[in-house]
Structure formats: structure tokens, C-alpha cells
């Protein structure tokens, strides 16, 4: 024989929906039978069925928003996924996995992941792509000294905004910041001066016009694309080593070992784990040249120029 507690909630568990309403009838049992068990017709206490559904319930929701955040093709359909679902959002703040082993937060933040990494890559694309342009472009100029200074300035202030790759040394006086503050953000030290490596790659282009003949487009871009990743890696310092370091930049006949020595700042190796503390996102920037070293491969940065190159000079 049913009792009163078992008709009038039995009915109502197997309706519930969500957990909003789960909430509202654990509520209603803890105000109405604190001290009391009430068990269903099975014999099961109704705050054990109460959880079990709560979890079945959160399971079922659980699949629904994974099967969601996989239909999804962009970081922006990402944002616009967290912003806009009720369902994600009733979750705020819970974990959300399904069957004890899929953490959907996880696969949501992977995604994200996934998505800023191919971004940043096409970025990193374009932006090597309209270097390149630019200096095939020197091939058509005759040679003139002010020229070098001229476009080395445009190269190099282009190099500065590229992602960074650290080079494993670290000054002595940033390294007792780092460990004395792991929330300590270094200083990166450009140690082949913006305005040398434009130079650099100006010079090239001017005084060896016929460089481009009997080479693939690909083996070019991959050879430009390897100078750029040369000069885009950085030492750790202070914010004061580098101000020191700058006055030496302009002076081409100084190396930038001996701009450090000058300066007296001691370098030590630091590993990328140690890098990691107070840099998460440092070595994220090798993954992505790698990348770009790949897509040059496979021909993908080849649509940017006419092919062949209509530049043939002696």
C-alpha cells in the first residue's frame, strides 16, 4: 500500500526535467519530513531517487551541450555558444561529465584551444606572407645605401609584432624576480635589434637581385620564413637591463654578446617548464613557426604570389 508521501511524490520525480525542479522538491522534503524517511513504491528512499535523477538528468544535459560544442567551426561560434545557451549557462560554476569520464568543460576549453591556435597560425601567416611580398618587391629596386635604412625600419618594426620565441637564457637579476613573484612578467629582450634584422633582410634583397632564379617559391618563402623565425627570439630580462640594452641597438658593429657584456648582465639557461610558471603562453609561439614551416611545405602560402614569380633578374 502506497502512503501519502509515496503518491504525491512519485509521480512528481519521474516528471522532473531539469534540476531546477529537482532543487524545488529536495527543498519541499527537507522542509516538510527533516527528521522522516519517505520511500517509493520500490522501496527506495525518495532523496536517494532524488539523486539518482539529478545525475541522470545532468548526464543527458551533459551529452546534449558536448554534441553542441562539437558542431561548432569558430572560436567566435565558441563565444557566441557560451554567451547564448540557457542550458550552459544553468550549469555555471558545476561540473559537467558525462558518465564519470568526458569532462565537458575540458573538450569546450580544447576547442578553444584548437580554434586560437589555428587563428593565430593564419595570423602568423598572413603577416610572414606580406613580409615576404615586400621584400621580393626590393628585387625590382636598384641598389642604393638609403634604402637599406629606409625598408629596414618598415622590416624590422613588422619583425617586432611577430610572435616571440624565447631562447632559453634568462638574465640573472630577472631570474631572482621570477622566483621571488611567479606572477612576474619579463622584459623580452629582442637581442638581434628590430632595425639590424630589417637591415639584414633588406640588404639581401638588394644586393643579390638574381637570388630568386632556378629556386622554387616554396624554398624561398621557407628560407625568408627561417630568418624571421631567427630574429624573433627574445631573452628574459628586467624591465631597466632592457633600457640599458637599447642605447647599444643601433650600433651594428656591436654583437649582442658584447652589448650584455657592456652592460654587465649574466645570462642562464632556464628550462621551458621553469619558463612556463610565469609565462604559460611562451612556448606556445614555437608550436605555432612550426606550423607556418609546415604550411610553407605543403605549398599553402603559395596562393599569396603569382607563381611563377615574375621577377627573373641577373
Known sequence: MYTVEQVRHEPRLIDVVNELELDALDKELETNYPRKVVRLSDGQTLRQAIKDRRGAIKNRDARKLLQQIIAVNSLEELNQFEKSSSLWNAYAGKMLVI???TNVRAV?????????????VKKLELKVAALAIYNLSLQIHPFMEELIHIHGRNHGNAIHDLPYIHSGWVS????????????????????????????TLVRESLLN??????????EILLGFAQQLHAFVHVHFVTPKENNKLMKHQQNESLSWQEAYGKEQIILLPITEEAVRINNPNACLERQLWNELFNRIKNGSLNKYFWNPLPITLD
Open 99 to 101: 558518465d564519470g569520464s
Open 209 to 218: 637581385p638574381g637570388y630568386l632564379n632556378k629556386r622554387s617559391l616554396s
Open 108 to 120: 569546450l576549453e580544447n576547442h578553444r584551444r584548437a580554434y586560437r591556435f589555428k587563428r593565430d
Open 172 to 199: 640573472m637579476e630577472c631570474f631572482k624576480e621570477m622566483e621571488q613573484d611567479k606572477t612576474y612578467n619579463p622584459s623580452k629582450e629582442h637581442f638581434h635589434s628590430r632595425q639590424q634584422s630589417g637591415n
